[in-house]
């Protein structure tokens, strides 16, 4: 597996090495000893799989502490941009956003570690985005961050006078500056 540095040292794009033949292909998309060697050190206790259609946008979420979530993210079908917000207020990257296109194609994952919002706008016709996470859900400690929060300027791509497909739990979402955050 290849480590890709971002613009935010915690937050890690990994493109794991792929053995392809006419039969198909195999990879790993987890190995705790070669993630620790890496620098990520993450335990994982649930798995989660979404399927969205085109133009859907789903975040920005996440969890507070205790429940803070690590996340290790990819696409299984279909090509989405992905995104992760420094949201930890004492941090020299607070409100800096780093995003990616993750695809079937490309294979890449994307390392979120608690701290960071996240969320994903879909790109292709459909995607299947599959993700492990380090705590539980907690939907009492869930906290969403408005997806086009002027104070983040994320590009997420999208045409103009296209409209992304968002949940009403979404569209209610808190600037960054309002919203509940936490120190690292």
Known sequence: MKVIETGIPEVKLIKPQVFGDERGFFMETWNERAFSEAGI????????????????????????????????????????????????????????WIGAVISEENRLQMWIPPGFAHGFYVISEMADFQYKCTDFYAPEHERCIRWDDEALGIEWGIKKGQKPIISKKDAQGEGIKDAELFAR
Do not use: C, M, W
Not at 45 to 72: E, F, M, W
């Open 41 to 96: 050190e993450a335990s994982f206790v649930q798995d989660n799989h979404s399927r969205s259609q085109q133009h859907t946008l789903r975040g920005l979420h996440y969890q507070l502490p205790p429940y803070a979530q690590g996340k290790l993210v990819r696409v299984t079908q279909g090509e989405v941009f992905d995104v992760a917000v420094d949201i930890r207020r004492d941090s020299p990257t607070f409100g800096k």
